[in-house]
Structure formats: C-alpha cells, structure tokens
C-alpha cells in the first residue's frame, strides 16, 4: 500500500507566520535605514551651510561684533533657518581674538552650531 506524507494544513499556517514575522523584521529595519539617511542628509546639507555662512563671514574682513538670523530663501538649504554670533574673547596677552557661532536649524529642534576663534593676526 502507497502511503503519501503531506503537510497538515497547521503546518503551513505555522510556517507563514514565522515568515510573516521575518518579512516584518526585516522591513521595520529597511524603514530605520530610510529615516537614519534621511536624517544624515539634513545633517550634511546644514554643516555645508554653516560653512558657507562661515565663509561669507571671514571673507569679508576682521568682522565686528553682533548678532544676525535669517531663514534661507531658496536653493538647497530653503527650510533652513541660521543665526550667527560674532563676540569679542578676552584672554590674557591675545588681543583681538573675537568667537564665531554659526547656528543653522532645521524641522523644529534640530540644529547644527558651528564655532571658530578668529584673530586679526
């Protein structure tokens, strides 16, 4: 007599959840994999925009002293905000050192600050 061996139908269904589950492992860490580029790419974008802004600053001169802030208009940084704050650093035997801060800012709380020390010399 010919016997045949086949899979119950409890079998099959068991086997599609734990592939069910596999697929959803496997598509919750494709979707932090999107979110995590995508957060490195704003990330990226306000550190070159903060160098601009750093760079647009020293290439004017010894800058004097204050504060300013504004939201880019347009290009790749449109939806970035910036403040920058140039002060005067008093250290013993250094004259006219003055401090930097570059802020770029962006989707609410996140932001990316940007220092340097500058000298006349």
């Known amino acids: 007599m010919l016997r045949f061996r086949a899979f119950t139908l409890v079998e099959v269904l068991i086997a599609l959840v734990i592939l069910s589950i596999g697929f959803l492992a ?5 979707t932090f994999n999107i979110r ?4 490195a790419a704003d990330l990226t974008t306000a550190v070159i925009a903060a ?4 760079k647009e600053e020293i290439g004017k001169g010894f800058p004097a002293s204050g504060s300013d802030e504004g939201a880019f208009e347009d290009g790749i940084f449109e939806g970035y905000t910036w403040s920058k704050r140039i002060e005067v650093l008093e250290l013993p035997y250094i004259e006219e050192l003055k401090l930097v801060t570059v802020t ?3 989707g609410g709380d996140r932001n990316y600050t940007l220092q340097t020390v500058l ?3």
């Open 51 to 54: 160098e601009s802004l750093l």
């Open 104 to 106: 770029v800012s962006w």
């Open 26 to 30: 496997v598509l919750r860490g494709n």
């Open 119 to 121: 000298s006349r010399y």
């Open 36 to 39: 995590s580029s995508r957060v």
